[in-house]
């Protein structure tokens, strides 16, 4: 068998796999951050909260209303982003005028008062989410056994990420949208309403964290923490993916699962760190990040 | 002149006496400081509810000792040695804290009982593992109550390579317990004739650990060892469940694992699994009346480090009743003296090395058709009797363990 510094070529496909697909939840979250910072200059600190609050919305949801799996991936996301359009018209827009250390400090703090609730009522263990059925079972790759659910991520995972960077980058909603950072009162001049635009992205921002929730459910224990520990790791890529830049956050979301995956079999040690050893060495050599414009 | 003298130096020699300055109880009061992880990985081990269980022995005991009030104390380590450190530093200078109880990740406690050392306070270790907290850790300081990863290894890697299990893959939280973990499951597993075909240490705590089960599918060991514990255990297996390790023909080992990740992940994933316990709230009736009692107030059965909870602090206040001391060598004299008899233990001694010995158990998790209810999780095996489980003091590197 071919091997790679001692690991057969099979095995190395297969962490190559598995990295992909945590890569794609990179990407799916730190997309959502980077849409929210590049619109609304707003570094939301209650991502992590607000992906955790959609895997136990979804959990809630299956046990109390008996909400399934497919319903939940449509429902969830809008009770969630609804929850950041509140978010946004009461307290964000209240600090938009101040400096962006505010709305850290704001997201962070919402961020600690949902975990801290949701820890008090359920405790950390975390509960576990049925995987839907047609998803159940897996496929034999012959270099390795892929379950069915992993394989759907990516491709969810993908696809909505691909959407969102259509809609931003190449429609005319996405223009606005683009246009009113770049000049707001200019565009409110040609009768755009600014505002709503704003609330609306940090609401589809919100969604998409959900939607990364729901997605995660079936795979993790869905637990008041489980967002926290992601959040620093989705963070790091989206300084090394350039804050802000859409395309920047999707790349590098699946070039940082790669490089973690190779890392688990390399060096499982510096499983954790490598992301940001990488975030240290881009900070160095290009501190607008991979795909960010220089300031 | 001579007088005054001879006086003043009486004075000192009985200031300084130090039989005669403990009889007594410092400060007027008992105080415990509850030390333990309070919102992260291995809070619903010890916990919120850990507190609960040493509040309900305060209770129990009468809310005084020959007059002095016990007070409690609680904090959040977090999981970090400096925070639990720096928190029972604290406790001692500002607070005149005189027993730290709960005490969860080993990494905080190797660090809280070397405080303790230095400043002659007590502490009752019940919630960590690493079997090195009575063995190259040991201090004259403290007590270690439950369980640690000796029996743990000792209890069901044995039974697993006495069934035919021979060949391992261990996945290890790469800290101070995962490597104690990991040390003594490697010696059974060699003196009992298998072999380590593989090992990988993860960091901690770990959410994905796809990489890692697919390691060991590559290793082709018939089994995997789980050397970490709390959300890692239950991560590791989820992944394992979703990535058909079972099905392709290994078995996994939990080695340690607690009540509450059995209840969270569910008996379809955990049902046959083999562990080690060192109590289990349907034993016997003392435990399980006892249990009941809990779960009136907290809503959840307690896991054997809560359970140990209540009993190492009824046993303390028990030992500072007799002697009318809260002085930390006196009662710990005390305390070893005294058997432990209680809803947590039969016999139970605290050896030199600061170790309590007890009776251990091999359990099998039920199926879901066998089990009656939400906590009726566990069938006992076999009871490993305390001399068996624990690690001999001969082969003990226990400073305080005489030739």
Redesign the interface.
Same mark, same amino acid.
């Given at each position: 068998m071919t091997t790679i510094f001692g690991i057969?070529l099979m095995?190395l496909f $297969?962490?190559l796999l %598995? $990295?992909l697909? !945590?890569g794609a939840f990179y990407a799916l979250l730190s997309l959502g951050l980077a849409v929210i910072f590049g619109l609304l200059k707003v570094i939301n600190f209650a991502h992590g909260a607000q992906y955790m609050l959609g895997a136990f919305a979804a959990l809630l949801g299956l046990e109390y209303l008996g909400l399934d799996y497919w319903l939940a991936l449509l429902v969830v996301p809008l009770v969630v982003g609804a929850l950041g359009i509140l978010i946004e018209r009461l307290l964000l827009r209240r600090i938009q005028h101040i400096d962006h250390l505010y709305g850290l400090l704001l997201t962070f703090g919402l961020a600690l008062i949902f975990e801290?609730t949701l820890?008090n009522l359920f $405790?950390?263990?975390?509960?576990?989410y049925p995987?839907p059925e047609v998803l159940a079972g897996?496929f034999n790759l012959g270099f390795?056994?892929l379950?069915t659910?992993?394989a759907w991520v990516l491709v969810a995972a993908l696809v909505v990420c691909l959407f969102t960077w259509f809609m931003i980058e190449r429609t005319r909603l996405g223009a606005y949208l683009r246009a009113g950072t770049e000049n707001p009162k200019l565009m409110q001049a040609f009768g755009v309403n600014v505002p709503l635009l704003v609330t609306l992205t940090y609401g589809f921002g919100v969604a998409l964290a959900a939607f990364a929730g729901v997605l995660a459910a079936p795979?993790?224990?869905v637990?008041p923490?489980?967002g926290s520990? %992601?959040l620093i790791v989705v963070f790091a890529v989206v300084v090394i993916g350039g804050m802000g830049s859409i395309l920047g956050a999707i790349l590098t979301g699946l070039a940082m699962g790669l490089i973690e995956?190779l890392t688990?079999?390399f060096y499982?040690?510096?499983? !954790?760190?490598v992301i940001f050893l990488v975030m240290i060495v881009v900070l160095l050599l290009r501190p607008a990040g991979l795909f960010g414009k220089e300031a | 002149m001579n007088v005054i003298k001879y006086s003043t130096l009486t004075a000192a020699a009985l200031l300084l006496a130090p039989g005669l300055a403990q009889a007594e109880i410092s400060g007027d009061a008992v105080k415990i400081g509850y030390l333990a992880d309070m919102s992260g990985t291995y809070r619903d081990l010890a916990g919120p509810g850990g507190l609960e269980a040493l509040n309900m022995a305060i209770e129990d005991f009468g809310g005084e000792v020959n007059g002095a009030p016990i007070e409690v104390l609680s904090a959040d380590d977090r999981n970090s040695a400096d925070v639990g450190a720096n928190t029972v530093r604290g406790w001692i200078d500002q607070d005149d804290v005189d027993l730290v109880a709960g005490m969860v990740a080993s990494s905080v406690t190797i660090a809280v009982t070397n405080i303790l050392e230095q400043q002659d306070k007590l502490g009752i270790v019940s919630g960590s593992a690493a079997s090195s907290i009575t063995n190259e850790h040991c201090t004259p300081n403290h007590i270690h109550w439950v369980y640690d990863t000796y029996p743990m290894a000792n209890g069901t890697a044995k039974a697993i390579v006495d069934e035919g299990g021979d060949t391992w893959f261990l996945l290890t939280a790469d800290y101070a317990f995962g490597h104690a973990l990991e040390s003594d499951v490697e010696t059974v597993v060699k003196e009992n004739g298998g072999e380590i075909v593989g090992k990988v240490r993860h960091p901690f705590p770990t959410s994905d650990f796809s990489s890692y089960i697919l390691q060991a599918q590559g290793s082709g060991a018939k089994i995997v060892g789980l050397a970490n514990a709390g959300s890692d255990t239950v991560n590791a297996l989820t992944t394992a469940s979703q990535f058909g390790l079972v099905q392709s023909g290994q078995t996994l080992a939990g080695l340690l694992i607690f009540l509450n990740d059995v209840q969270a992940l569910g008996l379809d994933v955990t049902q046959g699994l083999q562990l080690t316990t060192g109590w289990y709230w349907d034993m016997d009736d003392e435990s399980r009346e006892w249990a009941n009692r809990y779960y009136e107030r907290t809503q959840r059965m307690p896991t054997m480090v809560q359970a140990g909870i209540y009993s190492s602090t009824l046993h303390y206040l028990n030992a500072v009743a007799e002697t009318g001391s809260d002085d930390a060598a006196t009662v710990r004299e005390q305390m070893a003296a005294t058997p432990v008899n209680d809803m947590f233990a039969d016999d139970g001694r605290i050896r030199e090395d600061g170790r309590m010995v007890h009776d251990m158990y091999l359990v099998e998790v039920k199926s879901p058709s066998e089990s009656e209810g939400e906590w009726d999780l566990y069938e006992i095996l076999r009871t490993i009797p305390a001399e068996e489980a624990f690690r001999p003091l001969s082969e003990s590197q226990c400073s305080l363990v005489k030739g």
């Open positions: 057969p095995v $297969g962490q %598995l $990295g697909i !945590n801290g820890v $405790g950390v263990s975390g509960s576990s995987v897996g390795m056994f379950p659910y992993r795979i993790y224990p637990s923490t489980m520990s %992601l995956g688990k079999v499982p040690e510096a499983a !954790n760190t | -």
